[in-house]
Structures are given as C-alpha cells and as structure tokens.
C-alpha cells in the first residue's frame, strides 16, 4: 500500500556533493515527518535528519552546516542535499516515513515508522 523508494546514493571523493531522493507512492493522504537516518558498519543507526509536514527541521550535530532537508508535500517526497562530504558520512542512508495517512480501499488509515530499503553513500579517495 505504501512505498519509500530512495534514490542518489553512490560514490563522490571528500569535499564533494550527493542529492539524496526518496519518494513515497501509494495511496496517501499525507505524511506527518520524513527523515534520513544512516548506519555505518559496526554502527547503530543514528538519525540524520528530519522535517515536518510544517517543514520543522532538525539535525544532528555531524551533519549541520553540511546537509539540508527538504520536501515536496504534494509530491510526498524528501530530499537530502549534502555537501563537504567526509569520509565519515560513509553509510547506508535510509529514508523514514512516520504518521503516514493513506486510503485503504475508501477508509483512511495511519501507519507509523516505515522505512526505505535504504541507499549506499560511499565519500573516498
């Protein structure tokens, strides 16, 4: 019924940029917060970034300054602009979808804390 499909990883050197996407499709009505979190090898999964359906932003320490979040409510998708990648960016980021509101047959119905299937970002030399 509802689907996160991320997009824009891949390998850049130190210093450089990515432009993560990720869409959600299905039958929705709205999402309250989007969020990137990421997970680096031998890592717990930490939070990146999140946004609000008001657009309320927060970000963790590592990453102010460098990412910014953003998102297209009519298109119900979120976006994470990094720049002045480091090497220890590198991870798996996943994109997270919480208080999702979407029509099962004619009934609006809310789902909680799904996720992506992620999307590997590699910053190296």
């Given at each position: 019924?509802?689907?996160?499909?991320?997009?824009g990883?891949?390998?850049?050197?130190?210093?450089?940029?990515?432009?993560?996407?990720?869409?959600?499709?299905?039958?929705?009505?709205s999402?309250?917060?989007?969020?990137?979190?990421?997970?680096?090898p031998?890592?717990?999964?930490?939070?990146?970034?999140?946004?609000?359906?008001?657009?309320?932003?927060?970000?963790s320490?590592s990453?102010k300054?460098?990412?910014?979040?953003?998102?297209?409510?009519?298109?119900?998708?979120?976006?994470?602009?990094?720049?002045?990648?480091?090497?220890?960016?590198t991870a798996?980021y996943?994109?997270?979808?919480?208080?999702i509101?979407?029509?099962?047959?004619?009934?609006?119905?809310?789902?909680?804390?799904?996720?992506?299937?992620?999307?590997?970002?590699?910053?190296?030399?």
């Open positions: 019924q509802v689907q996160l499909v991320e997009s990883g891949g390998l850049v050197q130190p210093g450089g940029s990515l432009r993560l996407s990720c869409a959600a499709g299905g039958s929705i009505f999402i309250y917060t989007m969020a990137w979190y990421r997970q680096a031998g890592k717990q999964r930490e939070l990146v970034a999140s946004i609000t359906k008001g657009s309320n932003k927060n970000y320490d990453v300054g460098r990412f910014t979040i953003s998102r297209d409510n009519a298109k119900n998708t979120v976006y994470l602009q990094m720049n002045s990648l480091k090497p220890e960016d798996v996943y994109c997270n979808a919480d208080r509101t979407y029509y099962s047959g004619s009934v609006l119905s809310e789902m909680y804390n799904y996720w992506g299937q992620g999307t590997q970002v590699t910053v190296s030399s």
